[in-house]
């Protein structure tokens, strides 16, 4: 037996932009339409935030369905305040370009440390299989 799915329930909920953190590191920003007992998620308008150092750009996304086992944090965002931060806007193509080499400069670090370990005689488990343990 399963309970009635739920919707927002303030009138001004569904009003204010809410900012959702996934479980793969991506933010997500728009208007919540619906959440349910499992937290599953419904957006609208909804944008794909990037962060790489001081740059931010937005993707347009539309409507975003989230499963519930994804959320990792769900907030408001409160329009009145005053931004106080020093992050730019940038355009979706250079935010994804800062992005790729900033993956890539990672890449290269992860695989200096794996190098360096295995030089000494160690090893680190992948981490597609830390989920076995």
């Given at each position: 037996r399963t309970a009635a799915p739920l919707s927002c329930s303030s009138k001004h909920s569904t009003k204010e932009k809410h900012l959702v953190l996934l479980r793969d590191g991506r933010t997500l920003i728009g208007f919540l339409r619906s959440i349910d007992q499992f937290a599953n998620l419904v957006f609208h308008q909804t944008v794909e935030r990037i962060h790489v150092g001081k740059k931010f750009g937005d993707i347009p996304r539309g409507i975003f369905i989230v499963r519930g086992e994804n959320v990792v944090l769900l907030g408001e965002i409160d329009m009145d305040k005053p931004c106080d931060t020093v992050l730019q806007q940038v355009?979706?193509?250079?935010?994804?370009?800062?992005?790729?080499?900033?993956?890539?400069?990672?890449?290269?670090?992860?695989?200096?440390?794996?190098?360096?370990?295995?030089?000494?005689?160690?090893?680190?488990?992948?981490?597609?299989?830390?989920?076995?343990?």
């Open positions: 355009s979706i193509e250079e935010i994804l370009e800062e992005q790729r080499l900033q993956q890539q400069a990672k890449q290269e670090t992860e695989k200096a440390k794996v190098t360096a370990l295995k030089d000494r005689g160690l090893s680190i488990p992948k981490a597609d299989n830390l989920d076995e343990y």
